[in-house]
Nanobody, 121 residues
Framework: QVQLVESGGGLVQAGESLRLSCAAS????????MAWYRQGPGKARELVASISSDGNTVYEDSVKGQFTISRDNAKNTVSLQMNSLKPEDTAVYYCNANVKRYLWGAFLSYWGQGTQVTVSS
């Protein structure tokens, strides 16, 4: 099995920063893309940022220049540095990873349990 465990959420005021971290563990042969998604109140889950195994990044337009995604391939971790947070960034943030468990296996998508980020005005 594969587990993704997020940490770093919390309650902050507008303009402050938070750093989310996610660690993948279990039966892992390799990981290609890792990503952060979020789901705000009454909204659909949306991609915030993704990063490939060789470091190529993609950001949702509203967080460009505000959030930074990074990963440590040796530790199977991905992080999201969130600066200048706004109330509209309030959401549950989910870690996602595409994981191959065996050499001849397929990449499967795994999710963390989510971590709440609340930004007060």
């Amino acid at each position: 099995q594969v587990q993704l465990v997020e940490s770093g959420g919390g309650l902050v005021q507008a303009g402050e920063s938070l750093r989310l971290s996610c660690a993948a563990s279990g039966s892992i042969f390799s990981i290609n893309d890792m990503a952060w998604y979020r789901q705000g109140p009454g909204k659909a889950r949306e991609l915030v940022a993704s990063i490939s195994s060789d470091g190529n990044t993609v950001y949702e337009d509203s967080v460009k220049g505000q959030f930074t995604i990074s990963r440590d391939n040796a530790k199977n971790t991905v992080s999201l540095q969130m600066n200048s947070l706004k109330p509209e960034d309030t959401a549950v943030y989910y870690c996602n990873a595409n994981v191959k468990r065996y050499l001849w296996g397929a990449f499967l998508s795994y999710w963390g349990q989510g971590t709440q980020v609340t930004v007060s005005s």
